[in-house]
């Protein structure tokens, strides 16, 4: 009797948070994001690398991320004569109420060029689309020792979890940046 209790406990409980996740609204394809962050790029490729403890103890401690030892994808645009033109990295973090996935472009220094928002959850849809009708304009030329806080009342007038999220994607682009500083401008990683 316990045992079946426990069962029918677990099974209701996975069933209710299965019930909270909500699909992603693809708002815009991967490739077309790489496609137009690397227009004027002749030849593309992608380079995954992941941190090491050394690096990620770094940023903890310049930066107090936390980051992960999972593969980061770098997407490299280059010339004909093979110079680094352009570089751009998908970063997700969920949240309580589901993903925002950010494809951000930056500059061979490491200045972000564009920030696009290229997945959201269903459930978060709807506080992110102004958002992203007014675009992430205010993040190109920022750099690895700029200031990625969004303005107060970033949001347009939006209510207050747009203004939440509008945090997370600075927080996102923030991250791209120091990964592109690690990775690429320290470690080398072309």
Same mark, same amino acid.
């Given at each position: 009797?316990?045992?079946?209790?426990?069962? &029918?406990?677990?099974?209701?409980?996975?069933?209710?948070?299965?019930?909270?996740? *909500?699909?992603?609204?693809?708002?815009?394809?991967?490739?077309?994001?790489?496609?137009?962050?690397?227009? @004027?790029?002749?030849?593309?490729?992608?380079?995954?690398?992941?941190?090491?403890?050394?690096?990620?103890?770094?940023?903890?401690?310049?930066?107090?991320?936390?980051?992960?030892?999972?593969?980061?994808?770098?997407?490299?645009?280059?010339?004909?004569? @093979?110079?680094?033109?352009?570089?751009?990295?998908?970063?997700?973090?969920? *949240?309580?109420?589901g993903i925002i996935r950010v494809a951000v472009a930056l500059t061979?220094?490491?200045?972000?060029?564009?920030? /696009?928002?290229?997945?959201?959850?269903?459930? $978060?849809?709807?506080? &992110?689309?102004?958002? &992203?009708?007014?675009?992430?304009?205010? #993040?190109?030329?920022?750099?690895?020792?700029?200031?990625?806080?969004?303005?107060?009342?970033?949001? @347009?007038?939006?209510?207050?979890?747009? /203004?939440? #999220?509008?945090?997370?994607?600075?927080? $996102?682009?923030?991250?791209?940046?120091?990964?592109?500083?690690?990775?690429?401008?320290?470690?080398?990683? *072309?």
């Open positions: 009797m316990i045992a079946r209790t426990l069962v &029918m406990v677990l099974t209701l409980a996975a069933g209710a948070a299965w019930a909270h996740l *909500t699909p992603p609204v693809v708002v815009v394809p991967e490739r077309d994001a790489v496609m137009s962050q690397h227009a @004027g790029a002749k030849k593309l490729s992608q380079r995954d690398v992941s941190l090491t403890a050394e690096e990620r103890k770094a940023i903890q401690s310049a930066y107090g991320w936390r980051a992960t030892d999972e593969l980061h994808g770098f997407y490299m645009g280059r010339d004909d004569a @093979g110079k680094l033109l352009s570089a751009s990295v998908f970063m997700t973090e969920a *949240t309580m109420h061979p220094d490491g200045r972000v060029q564009e920030a /696009q928002v290229t997945e959201v959850s269903e459930e $978060i849809y709807a506080h &992110m689309k102004p958002l &992203m009708d007014r675009g992430f304009k205010r #993040y190109a030329g920022l750099g690895i020792g700029s200031s990625f806080e969004p303005p107060a009342a970033s949001a @347009g007038g939006a209510d207050a979890m747009a /203004q939440h #999220y509008d945090g997370i994607v600075s927080r $996102i682009v923030q991250r791209a940046v120091i990964l592109y500083n690690v990775l690429v401008t320290k470690r080398g990683v *072309t």
